[in-house]
């Protein structure tokens, strides 16, 4: 392979809280989501909500569906992951979902029955999908990340000359609130720029897409307004609705491979994600090291993939993914919370809500909703709130973090 309630309730709490013990140890639970039952057998997730509601796409062949067999169907489940349900296309043959906000809004990208593809928003308050369009001059769009007013952020292009399906003319868009007019974001490089995320301040981050550009990623101020490009070696990824911002950082020798996962803020404050105390990430002799930040939340816990590779193949030797505590602290491989089949592997959480729910992919098209259980404090609270689940029964026994 290859690289709130009433005042009673909460007196109520306080009083029950101060009756249990302290609970030292973080418990998880783990449910798979499951597939469609009219579409492909592989599942791929790529978003979340604070409801616990995952989107994303099934599809049958092709690593994450890459190989596009025109069999890919956007999803989209209900709260805590339960009954997954086919979003539909804008009239073509497949579909993808690649975000959903707290209001239950689902963006994303599918094939016209026309040829091409553009972006969509469907889920509450859109009975069907709504195509919203392209930039003038430009024939396909998709649709990345949405935020929580609706802005929607993707980006636009221009068939390919060669007839390759290869997109050209790349441009960053966002939209207005409730995925209004399409407006580009500015460009002061040239190059083709692709969107990863916007903020509920209508931040957007993102990176450029071709080589003629030696800045990798930029990142917008509020309301798409007044473009921030990052040093040559910072790569972007993602970005919190609070506008928490992580991705790579990739080495400044262009041969050497490794990258090393951050988060920070607009401003570049930059924390590295520190793997020291996870077993699994120990280098050996002519080897090196990759991670990502890929999803953040509001607490700054971060999330992605990451792996060691030998330096003389570029080879992966070990790969998994990873969920870190608050303010990126505390990274835990969460490989140790299942058990896979023979030949599967993680390859990276991909989303993670402010509950600390987290999606996590796998090599051969499984998904998972990884959600912590409360501690006994916490769930004292939680219970005279009215707020605690129950009768999750697919989910299996809770695994305790090492």
């Given at each position: 392979?290859?690289?709130?309630?009433?005042?009673?309730?909460?007196?109520?709490?306080?009083?029950?809280?101060?009756?249990?013990?302290?609970q030292?140890t973080?418990?998880?639970?783990?449910f798979?989501l499951?597939?469609?039952?009219?579409?492909?057998?592989?599942?791929?997730?790529?978003?979340?909500?604070?409801?616990?509601?995952?989107?994303?796409?099934t599809?049958?062949?092709?690593?994450?569906?890459?190989?596009?067999?025109?069999?890919?169907?956007?999803?989209?489940?209900?709260?805590?992951?339960?009954?997954?349900?086919?979003?539909?296309?804008?009239?073509?043959?497949?579909?993808?979902?690649?975000a959903?906000?707290?209001?239950?809004?689902?963006?994303?990208?599918s094939?016209l029955?026309t040829?091409?593809?553009?972006?969509?928003?469907?889920g509450?308050?859109?009975?069907?999908?709504?195509?919203?369009?392209?930039l003038?001059?430009?024939?396909?769009?998709?649709?990345?990340a949405?935020?929580?007013?609706?802005?929607?952020?993707?980006?636009?292009?221009?068939?390919?000359?060669?007839?390759s399906?290869?997109?050209?003319?790349?441009?960053?868009?966002?939209?207005?609130?409730d995925?209004?007019?399409?407006h580009?974001?500015?460009?002061?490089?040239?190059g083709e720029?692709?969107?990863?995320?916007?903020?509920?301040?209508?931040?957007?981050?993102?990176?450029?897409?071709?080589?003629?550009?030696a800045?990798?990623?930029?990142?917008?101020?509020p309301?798409?307004?007044g473009?921030?490009l990052?040093?040559p070696?910072?790569?972007?990824?993602?970005?919190?609705?609070?506008?928490?911002?992580?991705?790579?950082?990739?080495?400044?020798?262009?041969?050497d491979?490794?990258?090393q996962?951050?988060?920070?803020?607009?401003?570049?404050?930059?924390?590295?994600?520190?793997?020291?105390?996870?077993?699994?990430?120990?280098?050996?002799?002519?080897?090196?090291?990759?991670?990502?930040?890929?999803?953040?939340?509001?607490?700054?816990?971060?999330?992605g993939?990451?792996?060691?590779?030998?330096a003389e193949?570029?080879?992966i030797?070990?790969?998994?993914?990873?969920?870190?505590?608050?303010?990126?602290?505390?990274?835990?491989?969460?490989?140790?919370?299942?058990?896979?089949?023979?030949?599967?592997?993680?390859?990276?959480?991909?989303?993670?809500?402010?509950?600390?729910?987290f999606?996590?992919?796998?090599?051969?098209?499984?998904?998972?909703?990884v959600?912590?259980?409360?501690?006994?404090?916490?769930?004292a609270?939680?219970?005279?709130?009215?707020?605690?689940?129950?009768?999750?029964?697919?989910?299996?026994v809770?695994?305790?973090?090492?």
């Amino acid at each position: 392979m290859h690289l709130p309630r009433t005042l009673a309730f909460l007196s109520l709490a306080a009083g029950l809280v101060t009756a249990l013990p302290a609970q030292a140890t973080p418990q998880y639970t783990v449910f798979d989501l499951g597939t469609l039952v009219t579409a492909g057998l592989q599942v791929y997730a790529t978003g979340i909500n604070n409801s616990g509601q995952v989107v994303g796409y099934t599809y049958t062949d092709g690593f994450d569906g890459h190989a596009f067999n025109a069999d890919e169907r956007a999803f989209v489940t209900g709260p805590n992951g339960s009954g997954i349900t086919d979003v539909g296309t804008l009239g073509g043959a497949w579909s993808r979902a690649h975000a959903i906000n707290d209001r239950g809004q689902v963006v994303g990208t599918s094939a016209l029955a026309t040829g091409g593809y553009h972006a969509f928003i469907g889920g509450t308050g859109e009975p069907t999908l709504r195509d919203l369009g392209t930039l003038p001059g430009s024939t396909w769009s998709t649709a990345r990340a949405i935020n929580g007013s609706g802005q929607v952020a993707g980006t636009t292009s221009v068939d390919s000359p060669d007839g390759s399906g290869t997109p050209t003319q790349q441009r960053a868009f966002y939209t207005q609130p409730d995925a209004g007019a399409l407006h580009p974001v500015d460009n002061p490089l040239g190059g083709e720029m692709i969107t990863r995320g916007i903020d509920d301040q209508g931040r957007v981050v993102g990176y450029y897409a071709d080589e003629s550009v030696a800045v990798p990623a930029f990142h917008t101020g509020p309301g798409g307004q007044g473009v921030v490009l990052t040093t040559p070696q910072l790569s972007i990824a993602t970005i919190s609705a609070d506008g928490r911002i992580g991705g790579a950082l990739l080495a400044t020798d262009p041969n050497d491979l490794s990258a090393q996962a951050w988060m920070g803020s607009p401003d570049e404050q930059r924390t590295l994600i520190d793997f020291s105390g996870v077993p699994s990430f120990a280098l050996g002799a002519g080897q090196y090291s990759f991670s990502a930040v890929q999803a953040l939340n509001r607490l700054g816990q971060a999330a992605g993939g990451f792996g060691i590779a030998d330096a003389e193949t570029n080879s992966i030797t070990f790969a998994s993914a990873y969920v870190t505590g608050p303010d990126g602290q505390g990274a835990l491989d969460v490989g140790t919370l299942l058990t896979l089949a023979e030949g599967d592997r993680l390859t990276r959480v991909t989303g993670i809500n402010d509950k600390g729910q987290f999606i996590v992919n796998t090599w051969l098209g499984h998904a998972y909703l990884v959600s912590p259980v409360p501690e006994p404090a916490t769930a004292a609270l939680w219970a005279a709130g009215g707020l605690l689940l129950i009768g999750r029964k697919k989910w299996p026994v809770v695994t305790p973090l090492p």
